[in-house]
Every structure is written in structure tokens, then in C-alpha cells.
């Protein structure tokens, strides 16, 4: 028998499982080497704790690791259904009122700093619940580029990296409402199923494994809704932490946004997340306010003789 002690949250409605104890040995290296070691050697853990049966292909998991950086209260690795996210922005709130409920942050809460495979994000808690990340550098990397998209036709976006590699359609005729989730997936899988066929990359060849639909916000308080499709093809139900960063880098990039302006970003099923974002040395730095809440404080357990004990394969 194997126990993991898990601590579950939602992000505005989306979950994050951190794993707070009997996670696998990845031994010393960056958090990028120790994500890669992750996946070649303990990938059935990744499944075992986000899949079916104890979990969801909306879950999205978080590996607490040692940091190589002292000044970091932790190091994480994310995961999801399919596989490892670089950064992810819902999570990243969900780990730190995960912290905090573990009572990790001492007096220091409101300048914390979390360690990732691609940088250090920093956090301060503004409440119990309420977090205010600041992410990696993002960036506009391609502005509409055009790709035809079978049974769809030509569909423009932007290309931006977030945390991870988005491709953002502002130009749809999809209404955003949640009651419309499975053609909204279509739509999108279609689009990422694209740009795989035609090499359309982030930088360095990366994959672009998000789709963002950007539409009109349902409530006028907000500045704009989104739909984002994540790599396992389950939609995020918070208007992504990561994607908003993208966003926010092309709102930057076309001159729509203003260093400190605050731009409310609603998600599919109506959560907000408040963004804005500052200059340092030319990069965008975005922040994201967003609330998480603790569901569940557990242990997994994964019985050895379990047929479907590391997750029902899809
Ligand atoms: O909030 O960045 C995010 C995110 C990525 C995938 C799911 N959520």
C-alpha cells in the first residue's frame, strides 16, 4: 500500500490536488530536471493521483519539491491528465492557500516565492483565500498567423507565452457560455490538432498545447471572457492564470493595455481573475488576483494489487 497525503482545492472552480507527502524521490537538479526525471521514471504516479478513479481530466496536480533556491517557500512541478504543465496560474493559488492552511508561511506571506521548472513566480496572500501571483515573463511571440483548420476554415490568432504556449482567437462567431462547453472543445481541439499538422510552434519548436477563445464578458463589470481548452482536452473552468498572462503580453503588445491598468478576465463559468501587469528590464511581468478555497485534506491510497491502481488509462 502506497499513501499520498493530498490537499485539494478549487481556483475558481477549477481544482488543484497538491501532494504534500509520499510523492516520488526525483533527487537534486533544477525543477526542470527533476520534471523531467518525473516523467521518465514515475509518470504512473502523475496518473495514479489526477486520473480516474480518484480524480478527473480536469484535475490538475502540484508535486511540493525542495527548492534549489532558499528564498522559495517551495518547489513545484504541475501536472495534469496527460502529462506536465510549465507553470500553471489557478495552481499556483491553489498551492498558496494550500501553504497556508498548512500553516507553511509564517510571517513572510505576503512576499513568498514558489520555484518552477520554467522560474520563480512570487505570491502574497491578500486574505485566506485571496492570492495575488506574479508570474514568469510573457511574451507575444507571432501576431495573427492564419492557419486553416479543417471543416472550420481559416482561423487567426496570436501566439504567446504565458507559462505555457497559448494561441489566442479573438475572431469567432462561439458564443462563450458554458452550456456551450462541447462545442467549444471542438472548436478548439480542432484548432491544436491544426497547428501540431502544420509545425505551428512557440519558441525553440515548443508545442502550443492551450487554445484561449477571447469573446465579450457576460457581466459588464469584467473586460472580457475567455474559453481555454488545456492539453488533455478538458476546458478550464478559471479563466487560466497562464492564459490571462498571454493575454494580458498581447493586450500589452497592441498597445490595449497600460502598465498598472487592471483588466478583468472572466472565465467560462463566470470566476474572475484580476490582472494587470508591470515592466521590468522590457519584460512583461503580469500579476493575477484570483480566490481558492481547500475541499478536501486526504490521503490517497494506491493498493498494489489494484488493476486500475495508477489510473484508468483513456
Ligand atoms: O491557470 O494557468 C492556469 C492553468 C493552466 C492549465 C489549467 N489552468
Redesign the pocket.
Known sequence: MQRIHVIDSH?GG?PTRVVVAGGPDLGSGSLAERRDRFRRTHDQFRSAVVNEPRGSDVM?GALLCEPVDPDCVAGVIFF?NVGY?G?????AIGVAVTLAHLDRLGEASRQCRLETPVGIVGFAMDGPNRVTIENVASYRFREQVTIAVPDIGPVTGDIAW???WFFLVHDHTLTLHVSRAEALTEYAWRIRQALTAQGITGAAGAEID?IELTGPPVDPANDARNF?L?PGKAY?R?P????TSANLACLMAAGRLRPGQVWRQEGIVGSVFAGKVRIEHGNIIPSITGEAFVTANSHLIIDHRDPFGHGVPT
Do not use: A, P, Q, R
Open positions: 481556483t477549477e490538475v495534469n504543465l507553470m500553471c496560474g489557478h495552481g504565458g507559462g505555457n492551450h481555454v488545456c478550464d478559471s487560466c492564470g497562464t492564459g
